[in-house]
């Protein structure tokens, strides 16, 4: 028996079509949407890659600006000068002093830049209210009293200085042995006036470029007056204040450059108000008469190392949060003779950490004369003397 050829169904074939046109479509779409996808991935890169092969801008600070012409002398960062041309959008923001950006090619201004502060004066030690108050300060009332009326008075009562018709100390140098405490006099003077305290140090505004330094003065004058009521520390005054002499090298002359700056703010300093300035030095030797002249530091106060009675104040300062067991202050303070009070809060913490070292609950006598041997170096005086005798 013959056998019979399979039934054709068309309607099935069709059917068939019809979900493999929808797979087609559907695979259609996906590759559409992909290829947008990476249209748009591809103009951001291009438009990345033409910001990357672009010029950058050069930046410069504009020293004269003529608003009827639209036209500035530029000072670029090598020190040149450029007569350049501004837009009309620019005309409300550009002042002697704002800093712009220009185009490499035609030193067009494009853009000018906020007025921002060198980071390095930023990264300086700046406190909003120190808290460190004039109880921390062991003696020096001498002292205390002469910088009430230079700095504190002017800063809180300037018009008793008005009423009888003086003027208040431009600024004050604090000079003494290293560690007497003239950073700890000028934090408290701040927290007693409110004042913004900032501290810089001398060597830090020596700096490797020409001009370097002197910028860094410039802009650390301008932070105190955004800051005020401000104090002005400069610590280690010496190492840009010392005597000039006529045979310089390349370096001294930068340091003189510095201290020239330093010298045009202090005599611009009478129209600062809410501004002190104090300096510190422990080498009051060497220090250029040029600062010490009336306007500048006209006021000198001599912060001398503790007498016996400073030294046993200071103890109870340092010693005062210690659980202590039968500990004569009076003894150490006499055994201590010469030190700064830095190194009797050394002595203080360093007794703190033999008694640590036992693991005891209280701190004892003998750990003080302990720790007075190891800072002040008493045991190895003792042992040169062994040696040679």
């Given at each position: ?18 979900e493999q046109v929808r797979l087609l479509h559907t695979e259609k779409n996906l590759i559409v949407s992909k290829n947008s996808q990476m249209e748009i991935e591809f103009q951001k890169m291009r438009k990345e890659l033409d910001e990357m092969r ?122 003494g042995e290293t560690g007497t405490g003239k950073t700890l006099l000028a934090k408290a003077i701040a927290n007693k006036t409110n004042s913004t305290f900032i501290k810089i140090t001398a060597s830090e505004l020596v700096r490797k470029y020409i ?136 002595i203080c913490m360093e007794a703190g950490m033999l008694a640590l070292r036992e693991d005891a609950d209280f701190i004892t006598q003998n750990d003080f004369l302990k720790a007075i041997d190891k800072v002040l170096g008493q045991e190895e005086e ?8």
């Open positions: 028996m013959a056998r019979k050829p399979p039934v054709f169904d068309i309607y099935d074939y069709v059917t068939r079509l019809e672009k010029p950058p801008l050069i930046v410069g600070t504009a020293q004269e600006v003529n608003l009827e012409e639209k036209t500035a002398i530029i000072k670029n960062t090598n020190g040149l000068e450029f007569l350049v041309e501004f837009e009309k959008e620019h005309l409300d923001l550009i002042k002697a002093g704002s800093r712009v950006a220009m185009t490499q090619r035609s030193l067009k201004v494009v853009r000018v830049l906020n007025d921002i502060k060198d980071p390095r004066a930023r990264a300086m030690e700046v406190i909003e209210r120190p808290e460190t108050n004039f109880s921390f300060i062991g003696g020096l009332k001498k002292e205390t009293r002469e910088l009430e009326e230079a700095v504190i008075l002017p800063l809180l009562s300037p018009e008793k200085f008005e009423k009888l018709g003086i003027e208040a100390p431009s600024g004050v140098l604090l000079h001009g370097e330094g002197a910028e860094l003065v410039r802009d650390v004058f301008k932070l105190a007056e955004e800051k005020k009521p401000s104090i002005i520390f400069i610590d280690e005054l010496d190492a840009i204040g010392t005597i000039r002499s006529d045979e310089t090298s390349g370096g001294d002359r930068e340091v003189q450059r510095t201290l020239m700056q330093l010298l045009s703010e202090m005599d611009g300093f009478k129209k600062r108000k809410n501004i002190a300035i104090i300096g510190a030095t422990n080498r009051i030797d060497v220090i250029d008469p040029a600062l010490l002249r009336p306007g500048r530091f006209d006021r000198m106060v001599e912060i001398p190392l503790p007498d016996l009675n400073e030294r046993e104040e200071i103890f109870a300062i340092h010693s005062g949060s210690m659980p202590l067991d039968d500990v004569n202050l009076r003894i150490l303070a006499e055994k201590t003779d010469g030190a700064s009070g830095a190194e009797i809060k050394a003792k042992s040169e003397e062994k040696m040679f005798s």
